[in-house]
């Protein structure tokens, strides 16, 4: 993937589409200090396509 991609700066709508996490999951992760890691700009919260991804990858369990 390129760093372009991987960079971009995505809304928690976006996430939700993108990803299928609820926004509702997002917002309630910030608040517990879990998730994944946000970017603040102002009073805006915007996730990294490549923090998705690796914070999606450390949730898989081996069973």
């Known amino acids: ?3 372009k991609i991987e960079y ?3 809304r928690r709508s976006e996430v939700e589409e993108q ?5 509702r ?3 309630i992760a910030v608040a ?3 998730g994944p890691p946000v970017v603040r700009l102002g009073r805006a919260v915007h996730y990294r396509v490549c923090d998705i991804q690796k914070w999606l990858e450390s949730c898989v ?3």
């Open 1 to 3: 993937m390129s760093a």
């Open 8 to 10: 971009r700066l995505l």
């Open 19 to 23: 990803f299928g996490i609820s926004k």
């Open 25 to 27: 999951f997002l917002e």
């Open 32 to 34: 517990r200090g879990d």
């Open 61 to 63: 369990q081996d069973q």
